[in-house]
C-alpha cells in the first residue's frame, strides 16, 4: 500500500501527474491518494525529489 510521510512531502505537486490512474490529488490539506485506484506501481514513489511516498509492503500473517 502506498503510503505519504506528511512531514516530509512540499506539496510540490510532481508526482500528481506521473500517476497513471489518476490517485492523487493536491489539495489544500495536502496530498491525497486515493487508495481504491492506486496499483502500487511506485512510479510517483520514485519521482518524489523528498521520499514521502513510500509502498509498504503487506506484512505476512503467521495466524
Ligand atoms: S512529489 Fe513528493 S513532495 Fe511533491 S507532492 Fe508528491 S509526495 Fe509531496
Ligand atoms: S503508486 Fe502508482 S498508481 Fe499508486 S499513486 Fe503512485 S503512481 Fe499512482
Known amino acids: ?5 506528511e512531514v516530509l512531502c512540499t506539496e510540490c505537486g510532481a508526482c500528481v501527474p506521473v500517476c497513471h490512474v489518476n490517485a ?6 495536502g496530498l491525497k491518494i486515493d487508495q481504491n485506484l492506486c496499483d502500487d506501481c511506485k512510479v510517483c514513489a520514485l519521482i518524489c525529489p523528498v521520499s ?4 509498504e509492503e503487506k506484512e505476512l500473517e503467521t495466524v
Open 1 to 5: 500500500m502506498l503510503t505519504l510521510m
Open 24 to 29: 492523487l490529488r493536491l489539495t489544500i490539506s
Open 52 to 55: 514521502a511516498l513510500q509502498i
